[in-house]
């Protein structure tokens, strides 16, 4: 799990400043597959209030990859 805080200061505009949380699932019988889980709270009035969301990751193995690549 993470926990992280992230300040996006423009030029013009108002600064935004958010707190992100994060966590990640491995799945599959190798592990090589990820779910990601995030969720966010802005901590200033130019952030967005709050924000949520999920990803999917996966890991190609160096020979697989070459292999696949070399077919191309």
Known sequence: MIVE???DF???GGSRHLLHF????RIGKRQEQ???FHYGVGLSSAA???FIGIG???R???SIASEL???L
């Open 5 to 7: 805080y992230v300040g």
């Open 10 to 12: 423009p030029e013009r």
């Open 22 to 25: 994060a966590t990640e699932l």
């Open 34 to 36: 990820q779910l990601h």
């Open 48 to 50: 967005a209030d709050h």
């Open 56 to 58: 999917y990751s996966f």
């Open 60 to 62: 190609f193995q160096a």
């Open 69 to 71: 690549l070399g077919h």
